[in-house]
């Protein structure tokens, strides 16, 4: 039976390791503050005191972390990933990072036998819930096929790529999209409110065309009720529209709407709303 490891016990690591436990696979669990593993041994994971150990112990290691900064802090660190890694283990980072993160992890994964995946994530916490999440594979093909069943046990959809980045790529140019359409969303909501236009009334209208979206179906009464409790930090969507203008900038694409969304994500950020839902954008909108 092949054993699993989960690196990062946050909101949507919990959510994932929870559907592979009821799916009856065998899962070692590693969070910096161990207490959020809590819940997750009592449904039978086991516990590791490093992602070294985790490594060790495992056929295939997943890792769900916030940034570039702690992917590399995972991998690299002292007791970290590559001091576990050793030919017959294999490494999937879910978490959505730079495309140079990806390689410059990937390149020393390889260097020490063992085999790379990077698989980002589209989805929050509702879908890493409810297993319907969609992976965006790029790296080590034969890994690809090893995890798959593990894959479709937490996601409805996974995609592959060929060369290793173009997963981090994909994904930044999907939460791109999603930010800015989250700030046109917020701009319109507020518009309606100040005329005079209930906004449950706009949510309903925008329901019925062309322009109708899960998103706005789910994030539109929480914002107009003032609700704004995370299932996608506002500080990460800040964090994905930086990195997408970064890539942007290096290919020269001019991406005029995204770089005012995301003026939009640093103000908010800055007054206080960095950890609650990236819908929370409307608070300075």
Known sequence: ???????????????????????????????????????????????????AAVIEKCDI???????????????????????????????VDVSTVAPETSQKISAAIKEKGGMFLEAPVSGS????????????CSGDEALYTLAKPALDIMGKKSYYFSETGQGAQMKLVINMVMGTMMTAFAEGLALGDKIGLKME????????????????QLKGPLMADGKF??????????????LALQLGDKHSQPMYTAAAANNSYIKARDNGSEDEDFSAVMKVI
Not at 20 to 46: E, F
Not at 229 to 242: E, I, S
């Open 1 to 51: 039976m092949t054993k699993y490891g989960f690196l990062g016990i946050g909101i949507m690591g919990k959510a994932m390791v929870a559907n592979l436990l009821q799916a009856g696979l065998d899962v070692t669990v590693w969070n910096r503050t161990a207490s959020r593993c809590d819940s997750l041994i009592d449904m039978g994971a086991s516990h590791a005191d490093s992602p």
């Open 61 to 91: 290691t997943f890792a769900m972390v916030s940034d570039p900064e702690a992917a590399e802090a995972l991998c690299f660190g002292e007791h970290g990933v590559l001091a576990g890694m050793s030919a017959g283990k294999s490494y």
């Open 125 to 136: 916490k509702k879908p890493a819930e409810d297993g319907t999440l969609v992976f965006l």
């Open 201 to 216: 009334d706009v949510i309903d209208v925008l329901a019925q065309g062309a322009i109708n979206n899960p998103m706005f």
């Open 229 to 242: 409790a995370p299932a996608f930090p506002l500080k990460h969507m800040q964090k994905d529209m930086r």
